[in-house]
Structure formats: C-alpha cells, structure tokens
C-alpha cells in the first residue's frame, strides 16, 4: 500500500472538516467512500475555499497535493432531473474544482511544486448532468495542465482519475460485464500509484481508456453495439418528469 | 449552400431575442457571428426557457431544430479570471443547454422527432474555464445521445459541433499552424451538412479529430511537441491575479 507522509494532502470532500483531511492517505478511502455532499453544502463557494486555505496553511504549512474529490449524484434521465440538482452536481463536481485550485495554486506556484488531482469518472446515460459536470472536470484537467506547461511551472504536477463504478453506496445497484464492482481500496490504490508517477490520467479499470479511444476510431453503429454488450445497470429514475 | 425549411430552427444566442432565430439558416450566421452575451444576460434560467418555449411553440409551432450556440468567453489564465466569469461561462456555455433543451425536449419525445444541436469547442490553454464549460457541452451531448438511443427515441438526432479558431471576434487575434482561421460560413455549412446527415460530431477542420485521437494514442511527451508545433496564439490576460 503506497502511503503518502502527514500533512501533505488536502482533499476536498464531502461529510468532513478540512482538518480529518490533512492527515494521511488513509483518509483518501474515507473521503472516496463518503455519499453525498452534507457539511460542505452552500460553503462550496470561492471565499469559503479561501478560508479553508488560509486555515490549511496556517495549521500545516503549504499544501502540497490537493485531491479534488467531493462528488454529488442523481441518478434519473434528464427530464427526471430537477433545477436544482442539475445546479447542485455543477457547483460540487465542477466548480469546486475552480474554488480550491484557485485558492491553494498560488502557494504552488510561488514554489513551483504542487500537484492537483482531479477525480472525473466513466459514467454515461441516465446521468446527463453528472456526466455533462464530469467532463467539465476532465476539461479542467487538461485545460491546467496545458496551461501550467505553457507557463513553465512544471514542478506542478496533474492527475486525473476515471474510474467506473465503485462500491460506495454512490450508485444503487450497480452492474456491468465490463468487470467486477470496483472497490474503493483499490481505486485508492491506482490514484496513488498514478501520483506518484506522476501519470496524466488513471483509468480504473485500466482498459476503460480501450473503451474510451475505441469510441473515436470506431464507426457509431459499432460503438452503440459495444456499449450494449457492457450492460451497465444501475438504479435510476426515468419518466418521472420533473416539475421543477 | 444548405438551407432549412423556415421556422424548423431555435437559435439560443446572445444579442437577440427568440424572434429573430426563427426564421431561416441565415440566422445561424448571426448567431455564430455575434460576441458575447447581452441580453439574455441573466434571464438563461430555466423559467425563462421555458416561458420562450411556450412563446415559440405558440407562434410558430413545435422546434424541430435546437441549436444551442451561445457561448461567452475570458480570455485569461486560471488565476487572472474573475470568479464571476467563470460562473458565468458555465451558465451560458454550458447550464443553458439543460435549460433550453429541458424546454424543447418534450414536445420532440412526444413526437419522437427532433434535433439537438450543440456547439462546443477545440479550446486549449489560457481559457480553463471556457475549456472546461466546453468539454462539458461534449458531456451534455454524448449523455443525451446515449440516453435517448436507451429510451428508444431514435427520431430525436443529436450533432455537436468542435470547431478552432472562427473569425468572430470572440477571441483577440487569433492564429494558429493548425491551418488558417475559420470563416463563419463555412463553420455554419459544415454544421448544416452535419446536422442533414445526422452526424454525431462535427469537426471543424476535419483533421481537429485525428488531434484529438493523438492526444490518448501517443505518449504525453509527444502530444506536448505536436502541441508546441501548432503554435496557437491569441491575446490573453496573464499573470494578473485576481482580487475578486
């Protein structure tokens, strides 16, 4: 098990003070195998996180790895889905992601060391808005990482992780024949071997990336067919057209 | 050049009200052609597309067409943009295409027939922001596709459109090796013949999709040189961190 030393990781995350987060890989696993976002709730905004950094640093000095991990769900099609949910998945997996880079990259910058983890995900149909705030955050990645190499700040680090399904509670009911349900210590476990090689992106299972790369190259009819075969299932709300 | 029968189409863009995105193709050039988002301004909640929606379908009967092009823009690094126009990018670039479409989207599944059209973008660095919004338009649409093909509405089409650099204005002086800048029109016969031919992607120049697939085949440092060799410039603001 790859540990990383004390006091070198933030992960913004739901169900926790910054504080339980600051301490050790250990926690990585709690936050991942938290639900949905509760404490954190309408603090998520830009001054908060400003806040919380100034707190972080004044406590345990310099954050070095920021893990961006917190993460709502509604699972239902998207005429199911409500306004406010729809806003709520935005807020939490994409602009948070926004509020606590911009509020621990200046630190990094100065020192020109840092690394900056995103956790995006493999998720499809059923889940417009999450998957829609998912890409945004793939996009985020990618986007920084760009732009930190054209600035030359590359003792700043990116990673992102895409897993599929885990065993959470996040999902109800999840299954598909692309593999078993991932457990949460062993997507922990590729995260942290992927910081530490400092790897751009970790797909969890690994050939999730084949099914990724076979969507550009291969003809639709054949993609749709492919998808069919995975037979991802899980809990969720259709035809319940929302009012709101 | 391709044109649609009149009122087949909704434009959702800046700088106009609904009327006048009703009528023919030619709009769509307008629509593309115009810069950032004035009058709709803060009216791109949900309510108020579903108040056009009714007013729309009153007028000229149900969209067959949805095109969702709006988009604004800060041209700037991660730490110069003000919080403000993040937030505001997402509403617009992204938020917009749940709201108009969660409008639209019912009378076409009732009728099980429709097109929803969207407009991204091959954005880069400098603009992780409106990189981001954008990749989460791709989102948005490859969710949608995905769940209507589930719920059998295969009379319901999707496009979107990832064009580079068009000669708007949107962007400061834009060029790049990649090819010369875009013109409006032939983005908007490109989309014409994508949407005509129900095409999921549209590539604007083609070849953006052999960059694309480059990026998950070759190996990081390379992407990085290929990068380097399109040498994509345009005016942005750097190094001025933000206050706000």
Redesign the interface.
Known sequence: MVRLAPSSLYVHSPNCDYAEHTVSVGNVWKAVNTGALHFFNNKLH?PFCFFIAQKVKKDVGDVSILVNNAGVITAA???STQ?HQ??KM?EVN??AH??T??AF??AM?SNNHGHIVTVASG???????Y??????????H???T??L???GKDGIKTTCLSPVFINTGFIKNPSTRLGKILEVEEVVEALMEGILTNQ?MVFVPPHL?IA??SE??FP?RAV?LL?KLTNAKFDAV?GQ??TQ
């Open positions: 830009a099609d998207l005429l306004d729809i806003e935005f994409t602009l926004f509020w880079t911009r990259l200046p910058m998720a499809g149909s059923f889940m417009v808005a998957c829609s705030s998912k890409f945004a955050a793939v996009g985020f990618k986007a920084l760009e732009e190499s054209t600035l751009k990336s990724l790369l550009m190259l639709e749709a998808k259709v057209r929302s």
